[in-house]
């Protein structure tokens, strides 16, 4: 069924290998993400795109395993942080950038992500806000300011799950010159 | 040409003749198009992102009448250089089907378009319209789209007529070591 819907209607352009090929990881083997993989991801985050150029963003990288379970029993869907290498809370800063700072998170986000496959690595987006009790939970394990917004947790590892590149091309939702 | 003529004076007289030449120059070209299987991959990549659930609430409404970009570049106070591009995407969501937060994923949906048209050579801007009803009921208005259906903001594409150098901000202070 999916291949035939690939093939029909995708065609996963080559020079964008690096974007089927992220794919939403959730099993990690014990091996460490390196210091240099972490500030290469770090450093795609902050080469998002931010409104007004406010970068209104920060970076909460979390090695330590006790915090790491203490963070999968905090989201529901957070428990493939316990074999997770790193997570990274991306979080804002509402008083940089009020009305853009989770919009500017959610591009860092997706930089991280997409950032992590090209490296080799596993990730997935754990969502938090709008939701208090996901953010409240993450707050006081990762002691951040009430003054911070907790955009997403992200869980890095690398992988022990394979996923093939792959397209969700769907021409319906594309509609051309207007609705 | 004579011993004595130069400087600004011997310039004048030659670039003169072709000074019609020159204005040409300085008028905006009409854009290089986008071709159809580019779009489609701009599109494809935007639809590689990641969704809550995973339910997709995302709609994309691509732009290349002259006419309708430059009515999208005059409803949008951040818009004028949508009148010169080639190409546009209005990357919409559909908040009835979401999981999560649609502004959110169509953000990430966004950033890969952006992503994605880099490797295919073509230099973007993101224009923001949510969370601003207003420029977001300007946007629907130029493009039909419903009002049950929400507005992210627009994406302006187009061959980049300067490059700029790739750059890395890693801001240290930025960055929280296990706690904040």
Same mark, same amino acid.
């Given at each position: 069924m999916r291949a035939a819907f690939t093939k029909k209607?995708?065609?996963?352009d080559k020079r964008l290998d690096f974007m089927f090929k992220r794919r939403s990881v959730r099993q990690y083997n014990d091996q460490p993400v390196s210091p240099d993989d972490i500030k290469a991801i770090l450093e795609a985050a902050m080469a998002a795109p931010s409104a007004s150029n406010l970068k209104p963003w920060h970076f909460v990288v979390v090695t330590s395993r006790g915090l790491l379970e203490e963070l999968a029993d905090a989201h529901p869907y957070g428990k493939m942080l316990t074999q997770a290498g790193i997570a990274i809370a991306v979080c804002g800063d509402p008083k940089i950038s009020e009305r853009y700072w989770d919009q500017d998170g959610a591009a860092a986000t997706e930089n991280i992500l997409v950032a992590a496959s090209a490296l080799g690595l596993g990730a997935v987006w754990l969502g938090c806000h709008p939701r208090k009790e996901r953010k409240s939970a993450v707050r006081k394990i990762l002691e951040i300011p009430d003054n911070i917004e907790v955009l997403s947790l992200i869980s890095v590892g690398h992988p022990a799950e394979r996923k093939p590149a792959r397209t969700q091309y769907d021409e319906t939702r594309v509609h051309r010159e207007r609705w | 040409m004579q011993v004595g003529l130069t400087g600004l004076n011997c310039e004048e007289h030659l670039t003169k003749p072709f000074e019609f030449l020159l204005k040409r120059g300085n008028q905006p070209p009409e854009p290089r198009t986008i071709a159809p299987e580019d779009i489609r991959a701009l599109l494809e990549a935007g639809m590689a992102a990641p969704s809550a659930a995973p339910v997709k609430p995302w709609h994309f409404v691509t732009i290349a009448n002259r006419f309708r970009l430059q009515a999208l570049g005059a409803a949008h /106070?951040? !818009?004028?250089m949508l009148a010169e591009s080639a190409l546009a995407i209005a990357v919409c969501a559909d908040?009835?089907? /979401?999981? !999560?937060?649609w502004s959110h994923e169509v953000s990430g949906v966004t950033q890969n378009i952006l992503l994605a048209a880099v490797s295919l050579g073509l230099g973007t801007i993101w224009i923001g319209s949510h969370p601003s009803e207003e420029r977001k009921a300007a946007i629907r208005k130029v493009l039909a789209i419903p009002d049950s259906v929400d507005v992210l903001g627009l994406v302006a594409i187009g061959y980049p007529s300067s490059g700029k150098p790739a750059r890395a901000e890693f801001h240290e202070g930025r960055v929280h070591e296990e706690e904040w």
């Open positions: 209607n995708g065609s996963m | /106070t951040h !818009g004028a908040p009835e089907i /979401t999981g !999560g937060n």
